[in-house]
């Protein structure tokens, strides 16, 4: 795939429940200068809130564009689909281990008032984005990288100017993804 910009931290899949369990990117072109990737480890963002922010955030949801198609890179936002709702913190349902599922493209958060939503999420994407739980990948050609979007957020640095990358990337579901997130 030769990729247009993105620049946002995304979850494979918020178009649908559950999402994408895992994502993997190959490289085969990177540029010279740039084009890395972060990672946020949304379970140690969680672990960091105070206690009666995580039993307020239990009682949260997000809603997200229905729209498959508004979520490609590079594409022309169409109206936005059915709202698609995913809890603020998630169960892992392999592991068990709580985390924050949540990303820059949320539309609000469900449970609380228009405003408070504003406030939460700001706070929440500031607090999962910093460099307390964020790992940064620089690419060679050859490089694979795998990671469950149950437990991280990714994104690209828009930071390689005309720089070409071309890679395959792979979606990956779980076995009976019959259950939703808010089953496990």
């Known amino acids: 795939m030769r990729d247009s910009k993105a620049s946002t931290w995304p979850f494979g899949g918020l178009w649908r429940d559950p999402v994408f369990a895992i994502e993997s990117l190959t490289y085969e072109v990177v540029p010279e200068l740039g084009g890395h990737t972060l990672w946020a480890d949304l379970q140690a963002a969680y672990d960091d809130l105070p206690e009666p922010f995580k039993v ?8 997200f564009d229905g729209n498959a198609e508004n979520y490609a890179q590079g594409s022309k936002k169409n109206a936005p689909g059915e709202p698609v709702e995913h809890p603020v913190v998630l169960t892992h349902p392999v592991t068990g281990r709580r985390g924050l599922f949540i990303g820059s493209s949320a539309k609000q958060l469900t449970g609380v008032t228009p405003a408070e939503s504003r406030v939460l999420l700001d706070h929440l994407l500031r607090h999962l984005s910093s460099p307390n739980y964020t790992i940064r990948f620089g690419w060679k050609p050859g490089d694979f990288v795998l990671w469950d979007n149950r437990a991280t957020w990714h994104y690209a640095v828009d930071d390689y100017g005309d720089g070409e990358r071309v890679y395959r990337k792979v979606l990956g579901v779980e076995p009976d993804a019959g259950a939703t997130e ?3």
Do not use: K, N, T
Request: glycine share 10%; aromatic share 0%.
């Open 56 to 63: 307020l955030l239990e009682s949260v949801g997000a809603l």
């Open 182 to 184: 808010r089953d496990a």
